[in-house]
């Protein structure tokens, strides 16, 4: 199967590119909500899309919006989206593949001079990794009305608040709910991702469906046991907030490992505060990240891990602490959304896959308010979150081909009425 839109995803590869050329850090790709080089990376998505024709702007939580708008009265919206914030040493593909395909998309719909039944919105979310105030989607939390202001008082690593952040970013925090979609207004969301899993490159299949999408909590453990001198204190009488913290991590992977698969838990920080290698650690902070499909799974997984960590910190004389941070709820995809998407699949020539994404997504945040579907794409080895992501220009090409097909399916459907 040779994919036709081969020039377009050599377009979208080399905005992926540019885009990737900016970041806080030389030699890596990192951009977090609200950072100078998260600025300049907006402006420069902002830039395509205006130069495409689009009515852009940027709103208050920092999301860039172009829109092509339709001229049927009442028509609702079409929006298609992904994320422009980065994780830290991040790869180039998570988010702005989904983005800057989009972009392409729209350029040829302008270009065949296309009559639109529905507008069609097209956004780079400000922040869907939550890697700067640890709460994930806020770009789209806003989009979807479902943003929080309790949020607005998160502070990051320097003790920046969200709020300040927004207004330093020229956003105004008191007219966030003024940028959301409203209910009646959507028509639909889709949202092109990589997989970033290895189920399309071990199949050898281009594209897959998204069907459901696993829910999350992240939780923030401290560990306090007592400080001491690590050549004088005797094994048997340490309070090693560390080693309790290690015992918990070892026992949490075990348990998810033991679960059938229908569970994942990652420590992905470890904070050791004044360490060093002649002291004994008093106090180990750390986060949990724990996913499934299955909200029932997540919910016992989440109190069996609590009292395992109060448990071990009994046995040790340590003070546990356990704070859930966040946490999403599994979503579902839109089937009828899904049925359009694989017949465009399926025209389109290639097999049709159903997958369920254990990464979250900002269609999470959307799902609460308008069907969404999602188009993943594959990604080598289905490595993620690592500068290693790469995706094949046929990949791409395929996916091009296929949402192509779907929005005409689409504009088709509500031409008919
Ligand atoms: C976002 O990439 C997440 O799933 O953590
Ligand atoms: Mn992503
Ligand atoms: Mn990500």
Redesign the pocket.
């Known amino acids: 199967m040779i994919p036709h839109n081969q020039q377009l995803a050599t377009v979208i590869l080399q905005r992926i590119d540019e885009l990737a050329s900016i970041s806080e850090v030389t030699g890596a790709i990192t951009r977090t909500f609200g950072t100078e080089a998260f600025i300049k990376g907006r402006s420069l998505v902002a830039q395509w899309m205006q130069q495409a024709g689009l009515q852009t702007h940027i709103d208050n939580i920092g999301n860039v919006r172009g829109r092509l708008p339709c001229p049927t009265p009442g028509a609702k919206t079409l929006v298609i989206a992904s994320h422009i914030d980065t994780?830290f040493n991040a790869g180039k593909f998570?988010g702005p593949l989904g983005v800057l395909t989009g972009l392409v998309l729209i350029e040829q719909l302008i270009e065949q001079k296309k009559t639109l039944p529905f507008h069609i919105e097209l956004i780079g979310f400000s922040d869907?990794?939550?890697c700067r105030f640890h709460t994930?989607y806020l770009g789209s939390k806003v989009v979807a009305g479902q943003f929080d202001n309790n949020l607005l008082g998160k502070q990051d690593a320097a003790g920046n608040t969200l709020g300040d952040v927004i207004k330093a970013m020229g956003g105004n925090t008191d007219l966030l709910s003024n940028d959301a979609i409203t209910a009646a207004n959507w028509l639909g969301y889709f949202e092109i991702h990589i997989e970033?899993g290895p189920v399309l490159y071990e199949k050898h299949i281009p594209v897959g469906i998204v069907t459901a999408i696993a829910g999350?909590k992240r939780i923030a453990l401290t560990f306090k046991g007592e400080a001491g001198h690590a050549g004088t204190v005797p094994m048997h009488m340490r309070n090693d907030a560390l080693c309790a913290a290690s015992e918990f991590i070892l026992e949490a992977e075990r348990f998810a490992a033991s679960h059938m698969q229908q569970v994942v838990a990652t420590v992905g920080t470890l904070n050791i505060p004044n360490a060093a290698s002649n002291v004994i650690p008093g106090e180990v902070s750390c986060t949990l990240?724990l996913?499934s499909p299955s909200q029932q799974v997540l919910n016992s997984c989440y109190t069996y891990l609590e009292q395992l960590g109060s448990a071990i910190c009994q046995r040790r004389k340590i003070t546990f602490d356990w704070q859930l941070v966040q946490e999403s709820k599994p979503v579902n995809c839109d089937a009828n959304m899904n049925r359009l998407l694989a017949n465009a699949i399926r025209q389109t020539g290639y097999d049709v896959i159903n997958l369920v994404s254990?990464?979250?997504?900002d269609a999470v945040a959307v799902s609460a308010i308008s069907p969404v579907t999602m188009l993943f794409v594959r990604c080598y080895k289905g490595i993620?979150?690592n500068p290693l992501e790469n995706v094949e220009l046929k990949d791409l090409a395929a996916a091009v081909d296929v949402s192509a097909a779907f929005i005409n399916s689409l504009i088709q459907k509500y031409n008919k009425g």
Do not use: I
């Not at 254990?358 to 997504?361: F, I, L, N, V």
């Open positions: 994780v998570d869907e990794e939550g994930t970033q999350q990240d996913r254990g990464a979250g997504h993620s979150h």
